[in-house]
């Protein structure tokens, strides 16, 4: 593919502040490219970040057809930059696509795209090891002009980056989870295994609901019976027995194939873990958590990596787990994780991928 790029002059360009957050703040840069049935994708460029312009008919803005990817790359002390696992996340922006009719990138266009955008705003990727990374976020929009009902004929891809902090304000702390006892995220034959932009806005209604009782994250249940634990917010979930033992819902077909919870499935044995992936009960979590079998509760996704979990609430009856405090193992493999992202612990799965100049 080539690339077209028109990049800002010198002086204009800015670099990582001191200050950013999570989302906020955006690099310099953006790749766009656009797809038609006639000539598939094409007029691939790099652009100073700036507005798209869409018809107010785009079927995006009627109908949802919207995918979209989180990954990140992080700074290594020697200087370089690592990508965490971008051919997995592209292979899953591509499953999304398979989904929501919406046609698929060339994976290694696609990388081609990030590595040359990023090496572009080489300077928005931030310095500190203190959890913070450049977070990639590509995306799919169908901008046909259709109002009728119906997979759109074109489409917009395009990638987007920002220095990004810790997820939660509140960093390492252990976060509060109210679990959804009537409102449903996805089920199973609709869509909640793709990263699609509708599930997030269904999932908002509760969120702000439960953030006024002071509750961080919602966890879902399934929607059939009410009963499994399916994920957490925009994270996986996993539930440590007695210190050794962790276990995370099997994938049902509506939870996302989180890439982190790939990831931790794969490392935590290594670390000596036993971990499997099962279909779990919320009353049985809940009885272990009070029994204090189960040690440690944590989510794990891309923009949070590990994050404990120190409550959950269910119909207003509060279990606390660990005193509300983060454990060993969520710290042990939150350490092994971002020290192979970052470049300090040997990467033996072949995860990362040096940024090319
Ligand atoms: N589940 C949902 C709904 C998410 O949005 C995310 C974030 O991407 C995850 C799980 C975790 O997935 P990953 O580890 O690939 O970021
Ligand atoms: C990610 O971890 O990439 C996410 O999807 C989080 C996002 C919803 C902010």
């Known amino acids: 593919m080539s690339i077209k790029i028109t990049s800002l002059e ?56 919207e995918i979209f990817e989180g990954l990140k790359a992080y700074h290594r002390a020697d200087g370089q930059i690592n990508l965490f696992r971008p051919e997995a996340n592209c292979e899953r922006f591509n499953l999304s696509a398979k989904r929501m009719v919406m046609p698929a990138v060339d994976v290694n266009q696609h990388l081609e795209a990030m590595h040359k955008l990023i090496n572009l705003d080489k300077n928005w990727v931030p310095k500190t090891a203190n959890g913070s990374s450049l977070y990639i976020r590509p995306t799919m929009i169908a901008t046909s002009s259709k109002i009728g009902l119906g997979a759109a004929a074109q489409y917009k891809h395009f990638i987007l980056t920002m220095p990004a902090g810790p997820y939660f304000a509140g960093g390492f702390n252990p976060i509060s989870v109210y679990i959804a006892d009537t409102y449903r995220r996805a089920v199973v034959g609709g869509v909640g295994e793709a990263k699609t932009g509708g599930n997030y806005a269904a999932s908002l209604f509760i969120s702000e ?17 009410g009963r499994y634990v399916e994920e957490v917010g925009a994270m996986n979930i996993c539930f440590v027995y007695e210190g050794s033992r962790i276990v995370t819902p099997s994938l049902s077909g509506s939870i996302l194939r989180g890439i982190t919870r790939d990831s931790i499935l794969k490392l935590a044995p290594t670390l000596g873990y036993d971990m499997t992936e099962e279909q779990l009960d919320i009353h049985q979590i809940l009885s272990d958590i009070a029994s204090g079998k189960i040690t440690e509760v944590f989510g794990c996704g891309t923009a ?17 787990v660990n005193g509300n405090k983060s454990g060993p193992v969520s710290k042990h493999l939150y350490d092994q994780l971002t020290g192979i992202q970052y470049g300090t612990v040997e990467d033996a799965f072949g995860w990362t991928q040096l940024l090319k100049s």
Request: glycine residues 8%; charged residues 25%.
């Open 10 to 65: 010198e002086s204009k360009r800015g670099s990582c502040p001191k200050e950013y957050g999570f989302g906020t703040v955006f690099s310099d840069h953006m790749f766009t490219q656009d797809y038609d049935q006639k000539q598939g994708w094409h007029d691939a460029e790099i652009n100073p970040y700036h507005n798209l312009s869409l018809d107010p008919t785009a079927a995006v803005l009627h109908y949802g057809q």
């Open 209 to 225: 609901e439960v953030a006024k009782k002071g509750y961080t994250q919602v966890l879902w249940l399934d929607a059939i019976e």
């Open 304 to 320: 949070a990596v590990i994050s404990p979990v120190g409550k959950l609430c269910l119909k207003g009856k509060v279990y606390e």
